[in-house]
């Protein structure tokens, strides 16, 4: 089976990051991947697009298309790229006016097959034909590892405790200020605390720091299934986090893990009973269904029963 994925193609490696690792897993498992990027921000830029997409069409055949974010997947459509499938990413849920306006007519006339990252996703979409799939963990790239080995590794000083917290503090849905502010109502009482801001690492580095750390913080307003939090578990790293996404589902009840309203009070004594908890948590146990080989069968399965239609 030959796919595919068309999605945004501003990010380094000309597609998104996330879109990657799931073809990659898809690769893993006898699907032949190949990817689109779109080239360009905002509802124009991604309309240009449409032109050069049909121009590749005309080369190049494909079983199934596969589109990452609703402008990627109108893009796609536009283009007569059938039978299509799109992945609604999460960021879909707090669009400006011009980009909801958009979604509206999109969720209004596409007939294809959508995957959701989460039940919330679902129900906000209010679209048919909608499949939920989370993202995917690779088990065998985020695994538990020595934790002073780990610590040595990204030159953690001894002793110390590390919150950390990954992504861009630039981006306003992650939320860093919540970060910040919780943290800064932790320091005041233990000066032997660091809130650690994991930002442009590569990828290979991070279950360093889920083993490294004391404690996962996610502070995000909205998500769709945020794979950091997967990854966090799968290291069985402590986790605080906003009620985002299918962030409480994949908790479940695992031990150690927290969920934190958006008040720094909160976030904050939810910190501190993360970092009282003191040990490792049993979250791998609880995501072993979200393996990214598992969830690379499960957009198979849907894949072929597309073309069967």
């Not at 879909?92 to 919330?120: C, H, M, Q």
Request: hydrophobic share 40%; proline share 3%.
């Amino acid at each position: 089976m030959k796919v595919l994925f068309v999605s945004s193609g501003n990010c380094s490696g000309g597609a998104n990051p996330l879109a990657k690792i799931q073809g990659e897993s898809l690769k893993q498992n006898g699907i032949q991947v190949e990817y689109f990027g779109i080239i360009g921000k905002g509802i124009n830029g991604y309309l240009k697009n449409i032109p050069r997409l049909k121009k590749f069409l005309r080369n190049n055949h494909y079983d199934i298309f596969h589109a990452h974010f609703y402008l990627s997947g109108l893009v796609t459509w536009i283009a007569g790229a059938k039978p299509l499938v799109v992945s609604l990413m999460g960021s879909e849920v707090n669009l400006d006016l011009s980009f909801r306006i958009v979604f509206i007519i999109f969720r209004k006339f596409f007939r294809g097959r959508i995957i959701a990252k989460s039940e919330s996703l679902k129900k906000y979409s209010k679209m048919k034909k909608v499949e939920i799939i989370p993202n995917g963990v690779d088990l065998g790239k985020f695994k538990v590892i020595d934790r002073e080995l780990a610590r040595e590794r990204l030159g953690f000083v001894p002793g110390k405790k590390y919150i950390i917290w990954v992504s861009d503090p630039e981006r306003f849905e992650k939320n860093f200020k919540l970060a910040e502010a919780s943290y800064g109502l932790l320091e005041d009482g233990d000066r032997n605390l660091e809130l650690k801001v994991v930002k442009s690492v590569d990828h290979d580095l991070i279950p360093y720091y889920m083993n490294a750390a004391d404690v996962l913080l996610l502070t995000s307003l909205w998500e769709g299934s945020p794979n950091v939090i997967k990854e966090a578990m799968a290291c069985n790293c402590p986790i605080v986090a906003t009620d985002v996404g299918d962030v409480k589902e994949v908790f479940g009840n695992t031990e150690g893990c927290y969920i934190t309203s958006f008040n720094p009070k909160d976030a904050s004594e939810n910190l501190r009973r993360a970092l009282a908890f003191g040990k490792r948590t049993d979250g791998r146990e609880h995501i072993r269904h979200l393996d990214s080989d598992v969830i690379a069968r499960r957009i198979i399965d849907l894949y072929e029963e597309v073309l069967r239609v």
